[in-house]
């Protein structure tokens, strides 16, 4: 089955830095791979999703980028600021844009995130 | 729009008791999952529905978990016996799932989590 390893798994920047975490994947029939983010307490929310057939998304201030030769994609979060703090989850599925998807996510350990002020 | 409901919030048990955990989807959803999260893991996917068929169930338990989505909406999720390692938060998914993309780009495999379900078993 699919195995996602996640790193790192804590990282602490200042107010206003880049922060990068980087996951890496085993079943090359992933095409599917959405960030979520988790404050304490609360559910896991989608902040952005990338499919196989793109190498780079933006929204704002969060990018992803996609390497499927190398099995790995990368969540850019650019201009910090300590409401980002959370822990972040990586994951990696099978989406079928055509047809019946069968939707497994298999998640990544997590990132705690610190975005000191 | 509503989002997924789940309870109770909160559950501590004895090991050794049953529990049972229940999920409303957004509705229209028609794939609907249960995962555990141990404290300091990512979400664990345990059994995933498409309407009332079970899709995938190879990581649930299923000597003491089991799991059913009667007339392909709620859905309830029972252990019994529950084991000390049972402790963990079990949160419920649900996603469109047809297969098209919706406006703004976002695909409609979007899966979105309820508030899930912490559980201690003592």
């Known amino acids: 089955g699919e195995n996602v390893e996640q790193h790192p798994s804590t990282l602490s920047v200042q107010e206003g830095d880049s922060a990068v975490i980087k996951c890496t994947y085993s079943d090359s029939a992933s095409n599917y791979f959405p960030w979520y983010k988790q404050e304490l307490g609360k559910r896991p929310q989608l902040i952005i999703d990338i499919r196989s057939n793109v190498g780079e998304k933006k929204d704002q201030r969060i990018a992803v980028t996609l390497n499927k030769t190398a099995k790995h994609f990368s969540l850019h979060i650019t201009e910090t600021q300590p409401e980002d703090s959370a822990v972040y989850f990586c994951?990696?599925?099978?989406?079928?844009?055509?047809?019946?998807?069968?939707?497994?996510?298999?998640f990544g350990q997590g990132t705690i995130l610190t975005v000191h002020p | 729009e509503a989002g997924v409901a789940q309870s109770p919030r909160y559950k501590i048990i004895e090991k050794r008791q049953s529990v049972a955990f229940w999920c409303n989807p957004i509705?229209?959803?028609?794939?609907l999952y249960w995962y555990q999260q141990i404290l300091g893991q990512g979400p664990k996917l345990l059994i995933q529905f498409q309407n009332n068929g079970v899709v995938d169930d190879s990581q649930l338990p299923k000597d003491r978990f089991s799991a059913e989505r009667l007339k392909g909406v709620d859905s309830t999720l029972k252990i019994q016996p529950a084991k000390l390692e049972d402790s963990a938060v079990y949160l419920c998914?649900?996603?469109?799932?047809?297969?098209?993309?919706?406006?703004?780009?976002?695909?409609?495999?979007?899966?979105?989590f309820g508030p899930g379900t912490r559980l201690t078993v003592l």
């Open positions: 998914a649900s996603s469109l799932d047809t297969g098209a993309m919706v406006a703004g780009g976002q695909s409609t495999d979007t899966q979105y």
């Open positions: 509705s229209g959803h028609a794939t």
């Open positions: 994951a990696a599925g099978f989406a079928n844009a055509g047809g019946t998807s069968y939707g497994k996510l298999t």
